[in-house]
């Protein structure tokens, strides 16, 4: 056994929280996700970080499940939290701190478009080449985490009425997986993302940045 299977052996023990069962991974996993949506909601761009580390954890967990789709999408993660995180610092016109903006018409037609076309590709991709029990519900919630993820990346009001939708139904998803602790995060994520969608659209009243159609 090698050192990073004898790692993941101990990481993946049963550990018993009160009525529910988890591991020793899954618990951080929740740990760093919670840190990493609590920094977004303050635009604090060390959220990127955590989600990098938060990403790669939870890739972890997913596989261990079979949820490949969502394993993925960590992988796609880590990459659009390094383009976020630059874009957060220098993401504007002028090279200076990202404002939040919202979409415009358009825009929230293209995303919605790009949600569909995504869960189509994925929900055959996961049917024909993986093992899932689940791929029409992977395919789908992935494809709507990656255009929650690349709104967040331009700081997109829209990306938390994204996450609400999308939190929801992982919740139900994480349960049906016994994944009751990550069910347990996605239910706090849903009112993290309400709290977040909120102090984004103060946001625009405090001089903290500006809201316009882009």
Not at 187 to 191: K, L, S, W
């Given at each position: 056994m090698t050192t990073l299977q004898l790692l993941l052996s101990y990481a993946n023990m049963p550990l018993h929280l009160a009525v529910f069962a988890t591991t020793p991974l899954e618990l951080l996993s929740f740990l760093l996700s919670v840190a990493t949506v609590w920094l977004n909601i303050r635009q604090s761009h060390w959220a990127w970080l955590f989600a990098i580390i938060s990403s790669a954890t939870y890739g972890l967990v997913f596989y261990g499940s079979r949820l490949y789709g969502d394993m993925g999408l960590q992988l796609v993660f880590i990459t659009v939290s390094i383009f976020?995180?630059?874009?957060?610092?220098h993401g504007d016109d002028s090279h200076d701190k990202l404002p939040v903006t919202a979409l415009s018409p358009r825009g929230r037609v293209l995303a919605g478009v790009a949600w569909l076309a995504g869960f189509v590709l994925l929900a055959w991709f996961l049917k024909t080449y993986t093992d899932t029990d689940v791929p029409k519900s992977d395919g789908f919630l992935t494809a709507g985490s990656?255009?929650?993820q690349l709104l967040l990346s331009r700081k997109k009001i829209e990306n938390w009425h994204v996450w609400i939708i999308v939190d929801v139904l992982y919740v139900g998803l994480y349960l049906h997986k016994n994944l009751i602790l990550t069910a347990l995060l996605y239910?706090?994520?849903?009112?993290m993302a309400v709290i977040g969608l909120r102090a984004w659209r103060g946001d625009t009243h405090t001089g903290g940045g500006r809201l316009a159609l882009e």
């Open positions: 976020g995180w630059y874009q957060w610092l990656l255009v929650g239910a706090v994520f849903v009112g």
